[in-house]
């Protein structure tokens, strides 16, 4: 079965996988509960106190119908419980191991559980939030689930194989958990419940600080609820602990919710746990003490553990030739997706070259045309230009030779005859001016030998006077 579950999940990483298979939705805050998974609770009443902003409701979905519930932690990347009802067991089938996308990215398109290697490079933060395979592989632990496949029939059974369904368990853990949890719920459980379809099933797990490859944390605990929700109702605990795999511990619910987080109701009024049948449970409880013992084996059983024994020394002989297979196929399928990833990169890089050249050829083309358009509108432009130039110099000529005209046609007519005849006027004036200036010059020196003559006069009138006056008469007379 382990050589089946991982040759399958190394394969499906290469080969794309049937179409329709498993689904699953995450349902939003704004939904009541687990929208189409509240069937799977009593009342349609899912556990309460499970509060934590990293938790997150998953309605498990196979060809478009509910299968079970889920609480996913994105913190602890392991399912806190997973909601289920008991149905027929089918024959195991193939494992093959989905992821939830909308867990690490919302916003995708994809509303289905998918194979992980269906969507590796198209969803943002892949395992951001949930384990992987990759989480798993070469780890030393199993994806245990929490709701075995055993206990489900064919389609409920291969909605099971999912990540959001598994915690990481030792191999020989995950075998006694199925084992335990197989034996209990067909042989001690269901008997006891009147109404087969009203046995609620929660699987939980514990989760602890010791976390694979630092990542997805390992259970410290596991848990099983059961309530039988019929007429004569009754509810049961079991616990495992992880580090005894041969622990089966029964308890009440309530004493099973005192281990969980504070505040926690699994069953809606504790599925009856006050007014439940005494004997009824003392007859639970003896069954699942038989099966803790191992006392209770038919011969069915046992035909089944010494086929189980034959396959589990032919596994111990093939387990070697298994890993190196393992080994071999796992390199393989690394080097394929290497080898694509190159070529991948390579085709990317030529694309990108291409496109940039072809881009920077159309903005040569563009500004080589930009560059010729502009040219050619400005020829007519210029054209415009010169004749709108000689036209406006022309204009301009003409109306110089207007306002001269005009200036001309303002010049008196006297001044102009006056202009023409004064050369005449200025040479015949000639000898006039020049008799003027003789006779100026004439009357100049006459008017100075008059003036000199009239200043000898007066100074000999003047030197006469002063003789005259001091001058004694006496002297004078002789």
Known sequence: REWTMKTSIVFLLCISVFPGFSQGRVVGEDETGFAEC???FPGQVPPEG?????HVKICQQYNKEPRFATLYSTKDKIPLYSAFKYSKPAQNKEENWLV?????DPENDLHEMVHEADIVGTVANLGANQALTSDYIGSGYERGLLNPSLLNEEDFQMATYTLT?????????????????GTVVEQALVPHCSKKDHLYLLAGAIPSSVRVKGKVSVPEILWLAACCDAPEGWSLGLVKKVNDENSL?????GELEKQLLAGVQLFKGSCGEDNQSREKTEAIL????QIRSGEQVTSDNQEENDSSLVRKVAGIIATPFIKLLELLIYVFVELVKFVFYFLWLVIKRICVTILNGVYSLCNGVVSYLKAISMVLISIPYDVGRVIINIFLGFLQIV???????????????????HLAT??????CAIPSVLKDIASGIGGTFSLVIDATATLLHGFYYLVGYIVKRFVPKASSDD
């Open 249 to 253: 511990e029964d308890l009440t619910v």
């Open 286 to 289: 003896q069954a699942v003490s």
């Open 165 to 181: 369904n598994a915690v990481p368990l030792s191999p020989s853990l995950s075998k006694s958990w199925h084992r335990d949890i």
């Open 399 to 417: 109306q110089d030779v207007f306002t001269l005209t005009y200036r001309i046609l303002l010049i008196p007519v006297g001044f102009v005859l």
């Open 422 to 427: 004064f050369p005449y006027h200025s040479i």
């Open 38 to 40: 509240n069937m799977f």
């Open 50 to 54: 499970f509060t934590e902003p990293f």
């Open 100 to 104: 939830e996308p909308q867990i690490d």
